[in-house]
């Protein structure tokens, strides 16, 4: 894929996540290694040719991901498709998140009722997307893939 087919990608996954109320990211649960744990997700955001994601030190999605990274995401738009995502969050990444990408995530988190100090709270964390790679489906069986 190109930089430029790799940015439209990404932009299109974004603008897609980002524009319903939240979307549903899974993991493997710390303590049952064999039970997936879904819970709602709404922030999301292109940078660096990355796919970011953001949540807090302190929940137990950040340490299921730590221990095993793999993750799937789904969301629906009504009227749309629905949206597929697979890969493995990157939380080392979390040192190279721009102040422009803490800033949005603070004012999103916040916004959504979360209580951090600001956007260097080290309880936010920002992890990126490794081995991305995203199915657009409709109910017709059609289907687009993309990778990032």
């Keep these: ?30 303590s049952d290694t064999a039970q997936p744990r879904v819970r709602p ?32 995401l789904s969301g629906w738009k009504p009227g749309e498709y629905w949206i597929v995502v697979t890969g493995q969050a990157n939380l080392a990444d979390d040192a190279s998140a721009s102040a422009a990408l803490r800033q949005a995530g603070f004012e999103h988190m916040v ?7 600001s956007p260097n709270d080290g309880r936010l964390v920002y992890f990126s997307v490794r081995n991305g ?16």
Excluded at 46 to 72: H, I, M
């Design 41 to 72: 997700f709404s922030f999301a955001a292109a940078e660096q040719g990355k796919l970011w994601f953001s949540t807090s030190r302190d929940k137990d999605v950040y340490r299921e991901l730590a221990r095993n990274p793999k993750f799937e």
């Design 111 to 117: 916004g959504i009722g979360e209580h951090h100090d």
């Design 1 to 30: 894929m190109t930089n430029n087919a790799a940015y439209e990608a990404l932009e299109e996954i974004v603008d897609y996540l980002t524009g319903i109320p939240a979307w549903f990211l899974a993991t493997i649960d710390e």
């Design 133 to 148: 790679i995203a199915h657009m489906r409709d109910i017709d069986g059609s289907e687009r893939t993309l990778t990032f």
